[in-house]
């Protein structure tokens, strides 16, 4: 059973920068497609950036060029560098990881979560204007 563990959510002002870890344990090593989605009150669950096997990513439009998404294969963990935080990012962050092994094309890890299999459980984030 694949285990996703984020950690590095809290509180930060308008302008600030956080950075999200996710530790993944109980497999053979990272997924074919590692993400980031986040889900805000009242909002279906969107995805935020994804990484394939070939560390080729995809992000957001409303994140693009604020967040960075990394991920460590030997050390089996998934990063999201956030800067320039806005009050619209504010939400729950899951981690999430694909069923599938390799990935190495959009369709197999995209912002739409269609191949993903397993989230954790979430940190949060609030930004303050």
């Known amino acids: 059973q694949l285990r996703l563990a984020e950690s590095g959510g809290g509180s930060v002002q308008a302008g600030g920068s956080l950075r999200l870890s996710c530790e993944v344990s109980g497999s053979t090593g990272l997924r074919g497609c590692m993400g980031w989605f986040r889900q805000s009150p009242g909002k279906q669950r969107e995805g935020v950036a994804v990484?394939?096997?070939?560390?080729?990513?995809a992000y957001a439009e409303s994140v693009k060029g604020r967040f960075t998404i990394s991920k460590d294969n030997d050390k089996n963990t998934l990063n999201l560098q956030m800067n320039v935080l806005t009050p619209d990012d504010s939400a729950m962050y899951y981690c999430?990881?694909?069923?599938?092994?390799?990935?190495?094309?959009?369709?197999?890890?995209?912002?739409?979560?269609?191949?993903?299999?397993?989230y954790g459980q979430g940190t949060p984030v609030t930004v303050s204007s």
């Open positions: 999430a990881a694909s069923f599938t092994l390799y990935c190495d094309d959009s369709n197999c890890c995209g912002l739409s979560g269609r191949n993903i299999g397993y």
């Open positions: 990484i394939d096997s070939r560390g080729v990513s």
